[in-house]
């Protein structure tokens, strides 16, 4: 199983970005997909995460959204009004979990390699 997260950039406060996560040796249908993300000195974070519905984080509640196209092998995080706090490396995963645990990263067991968001102020 492999995934390849993509859209990553430097935007100004305010601005907004997409990411995209596709995913290849498994379907996405009926599966935890999540973002998550790390900041420098940081823990990893739970940003994001979808299945038969979407769960966010409080801190991105209302700015991103998580989104899937099954036939595409493909997850999207479109996030807006971005702000400097949001900068980090943005992961995706797939997990095998049941949805209590859609929080917890260590319930995923494949990772993207990350994708760079820079947000300046």
């Known amino acids: 199983v492999q995934l390849q997260a993509s859209g990553g950039g430097l935007v100004q406060a305010g601005g907004s970005l997409r990411l995209s996560c596709v995913v290849s040796g498994r379907t996405i249908r009926n599966t935890i997909m999540g973002w998550f993300r790390q900041a420098p000195g940081k823990e990893r974070e739970f940003v994001a995460a979808t299945r038969w519905t979407e769960y966010y984080a409080d801190s991105v509640k209302g700015r991103f959204t998580i989104s899937r196209d099954n036939p595409k092998n493909t997850v999207y995080l479109q996030m807006s009004s971005l702000k400097p706090e949001d900068t980090a490396v943005y992961y995706c995963?797939?997990?095998?979990?049941?949805?209590?645990?859609?929080?917890?990263?260590?319930?995923?067991?494949?990772w993207g390699q990350g994708t760079q968001v820079t947000v300046s102020s």
């Open positions: 995963a797939t997990s095998n979990g049941i949805t209590s645990t859609i929080g917890n990263w260590a319930a995923y067991s494949y």
